[in-house]
Nanobody, 120 residues
Framework: QVHLVESGGGLVQAGGSLRLSCAAS????????MGWYRQAPGKQRELVAD???????KYADSVKGRFTISRDITKNTVYLQMNSLKPEDTAAYYC??????????????WGQGTQVTVSS
């Protein structure tokens, strides 16, 4: 079994910052891509940022220049530093990792979600 546990969400005023963490545990042979999605009430889940390896990253246009994704493969952890937060960033944030339990066979695993609320 593989478990992803997120932390770091909460309530913050517009312009503030939060740092989300997501740590994977269990029978992990290797991890490929890591990423963060978010879902606001009444909206579809959308990609916020992903980091397929230690070199490249991708961001949604709405968060470019404000959010930074990073990973620590030694800790099976992905982070999302969120600065200059806006009310429209309010959503449940989910981490996802592509993990191999059996060598060479990767599946996506999701965290349970952490709520981020930005007040105006």
């Amino acid at each position: 079994q593989v478990h992803l546990v997120e932390s770091g969400g909460g309530l913050v005023q517009a312009g503030g910052s939060l740092r989300l963490s997501c740590a994977a545990s269990g029978s992990i042979r290797s991890i490929n891509a890591m990423g963060w999605y978010r879902q606001a009430p009444g909206k579809q889940r959308e990609l916020v940022a992903d980091i397929p390896n230690s070199i490249s990253t991708k961001y949604a246009d709405s968060v470019k220049g404000r959010f930074t994704i990073s990973r620590d493969i030694t800790k099976n952890t992905v982070y999302l530093q969120m600065n200059s937060l806006k009310p429209e960033d309010t959503a449940a944030y989910y981490c996802v990792m592509t993990i191999a339990v059996v060598p060479g066979t990767y599946y996506p695993y999701w965290g349970q979600g952490t709520q981020v609320t930005v007040s105006s």
